[in-house]
């Protein structure tokens, strides 16, 4: 009869391995953030990048709430509702002040200037999540390069329309 030890080292070992180990998150620097964000075009007309930006973030279903050409800001907010039925059954059921997940605004900032013969476009966004008494439940700086990269592909498209006096 062979001896049970290797498979259970087997076992023990090939177990031990699927651990999941975590990574420490690095995280970037401000000149890092400020890179994804930002965006050069080789525009002279402030107006037309301006008007390129906010038809991008209308198109994403956010809200303009200023927009200012002599100072080059635009603000804007999407606010979705993310309740989750069964959550806040459970959470009505089961307690006495129940709180779930309601709402989540994305809020985007926009500055926007000359640089040389240039115009440069810095946008960030923030995402807030709300629960169902309209309180503050997590507030978090969108930092994914991918989120960045979609946004300003938009703008090039929008801008390109733009320039074509193509609605």
Not at 34 to 39: L, P, V
Not at 59 to 84: P, Y
Not at 138 to 164: C, E, P
Request: proline fraction near 3%.
């Amino acid at each position: 009869m062979k001896s049970p030890i290797p498979a259970l080292l087997l076992v023990a070992s090939l177990t031990l391995g699927a651990c999941e180990t975590s990574l420490p998150v690095v995280q970037k620097t401000q000149l890092q953030v400020r890179e994804s964000q930002t965006r050069l075009y080789d525009v002279s007309d402030m107006k037309l990048v301006m008007k390129a930006v906010m038809n991008t973030l209308q198109d994403d279903s956010f809200i303009v709430q200023q927009a200012n050409v002599d100072l080059g800001l635009l603000t804007a907010q999407k606010e979705l509702d993310v309740e989750n039925p069964t959550e806040s059954f459970f959470a009505r059921a089961f307690t006495d002040r129940p709180e779930y997940k309601k709402n989540s605004i994305t809020e985007a900032s926009a500055n926007i200037s000359e640089f040389g013969k240039q115009i440069r476009v810095r946008i960030n966004f923030r995402y807030k999540l709300l629960n169902n008494r309209g309180a503050v439940m997590r507030v978090n700086q969108i930092d994914d390069d991918r989120y960045y990269q979609d946004f300003f592909s938009k703008v090039d498209k929008s801008l390109y329309f733009g320039k074509q006096k193509i609605q």
